[in-house]
């Protein structure tokens, strides 16, 4: 197990990829969070109305994971939410063999980090990057997301857990530490079977769990919102670079939910642009 929380590559002020599909619409916030952390980020709105503007936004997603040492795929309903996947259209183009080969050169060769909040986490999960840590063809035994138990879309205020600081996403935060965090979400019930999931545990790889008041992990729909096995919120891959959950880590800031008690800022993002710094 790996629980390395500084990067080998130094960078004073590390550099954002945040792709924009059509549909997202969470990177206005994210890439606030980023640079209020110190990161220099860039977007890339992502076009496919002809294959000329496919081809086109391929080859620039390729130039800026090279130039990054982050990318971060942020919340939204790319596509629509496509049913029975959401997140589908965003992993399908990361598959692509040149943002592939880039992605994991990032990830293998260079020390980069990824994160995927929401519709992200939708789409690193359906590409094997959590928790596998790679590209790779899912089987039916891959965890995945989908539809929440009860039916229909959530959008609420939910209190997680950190259980795990294997990852550098959460090299700022204590061990036990609750946050207050918004989802909105109509597939985030996170599902395994036993084993897998018994083998994130004993990996370290479940980051965060949706609790109950006294900080209990618990399947109640009102604590669990979506039913999420085991109140799986965000999971990491092996060595814990790369972390994907469900709530919205970057809705946060001076005057917003003042009237919802608990400690509403995770620091996610200066846990990320730290692990360049030296």
């Known amino acids: 197990m790996c629980n390395r929380q500084k990067s080998s590559s ?19 916030d994210s890439a606030k969070a980023f640079e209020k952390a110190g990161g220099m980020v860039e977007t890339l709105v992502i076009r496919n109305l002809t294959a000329t503007d496919v081809e086109q936004s391929i080859q620039e997603m390729v130039k800026k994971i090279e130039n990054a040492q982050i990318v971060m795929l942020p919340g939204g309903f790319s596509a629509g939410d496509e049913p029975d996947g959401s997140g589908k259209f965003i992993a399908s183009m990361f598959r692509n063999p040149r943002i592939k080969e880039t992605v994991m050169d990032l990830l293998t060769q260079r020390d980069g980090l990824m994160l995927g909040i929401c519709n992200g986490f939708q789409a690193l999960i359906k590409l094997g990057l959590v928790p596998y840590g790679e590209i790779v063809d899912l089987t039916e035994d891959s965890p995945t997301l989908t ?40 597939e985030g019930r996170f599902v395994a079977k036993k084993e897998v999931i018994q083998k994130l545990i004993a990996n370290g790889q479940i980051a965060t769990q949706y609790v109950d008041l006294d900080g209990n992990p618990s399947n109640d729909v009102i604590y669990t919102p979506n039913g999420s096995y085991e109140a799986i919120e965000g999971i990491t891959s092996p060595d814990g670079r790369i972390l994907g ?11 917003i939910a003042i009237n919802i008690p608990g400690n509403k800022y995770q620091p996610i993002f200066a846990g990320g642009v730290n692990y360049f710094r030296g």
């Open 10 to 28: 130094k960078v004073a002020k590390p550099r954002i990829f945040i792709p924009v599909f059509p549909g997202t619409n969470c990177e206005y």
């Open 147 to 186: 539809y929440n138990k009860i039916g229909r879309h959530v959008s609420c205020m939910v209190q997680t857990k950190v259980v795990s600081t294997l990852s550098p996403w959460f090299s700022g935060v204590e061990l036990g530490e609750i946050h207050t965090v918004a989802v909105s979400h109509g």
């Open 245 to 255: 959950k469900m709530g919205h880590s970057e809705r946060t800031g001076e005057g």
